[in-house]
């Protein structure tokens, strides 16, 4: 008879379901493949795209920065506190995850709106066809983790929490990439 792993175990396994973890490394392969093609077009035009680099907000992309950390922790804590019982606080962090992640594409929007007033779209550069392909898509994914982190704070069971946590701490990975390689390389 198999043992029950309990969430806290510190044996090494990964919390959360297989299928979570099938779904996040194929997420990060397609992050990564789209970086990746983002870094071989600048290595043609470097003059080209550090121009156009500089038509970013590095101040909003360093505040989405902080704004998906923070909920990452929210989500984290949440976990912790329904595996110590707490339900209420649990899903009082996964709203403040959900809240945080809402004013990351209100500040996304802001960026896009700017870029619009302009005149500025995919067609302006390559630079900004990868820009608003890996960030909208990536915003993409951060409505669908509020989603999920809004359905879970319903349906809240320990290991809906760590599946919808261990999403979550994708979708801040996958910025953490994105910031650095769109808006900081120089």
């Known amino acids: ?55 970013l907000d590095r101040t ?30 649990a899903r009082l962090g996964l709203g403040v995850a959900a809240l945080l992640g809402v004013v990351f594409l209100w500040v996304k929007a802001l960026e896009y709106s700017a870029k619009a007033a302009e005149g500025i779209g995919t067609d302006t550069h ?6 608003y392909l890996v960030t909208g898509f990536h915003a993409a994914h951060v409505v669908a983790g509020i989603v999920v982190l809004g359905l879970v704070a319903w349906r809240d069971s320990v290991a809906n929490i760590e599946n919808a946590t261990a999403f979550w701490h994708m979708v801040d990975l996958v910025w953490v990439l994105i910031f650095p390689v769109i808006y900081l390389l120089r």
């Open 1 to 55: 008879m198999d043992a029950e792993v309990s969430p806290t175990d510190t044996t090494g396994t990964l919390p959360g379901d297989l299928m979570i973890w099938v779904l996040i490394v194929s997420e990060l392969l397609v992050f990564g493949a789209a970086l990746g093609a983002f870094l071989a077009v600048r290595a043609g035009d470097v003059g080209g795209f550090l121009e156009a680099q500089d038509h």
């Open 60 to 89: 909003a992309g360093a505040l989405n920065t902080i704004v998906l950390l923070t909920s990452g922790l929210a989500a984290a804590l949440a976990l912790r506190a329904r595996e110590a019982g707490l339900r209420g606080r």
């Open 126 to 131: 390559p630079f900004f066809t990868f820009y």
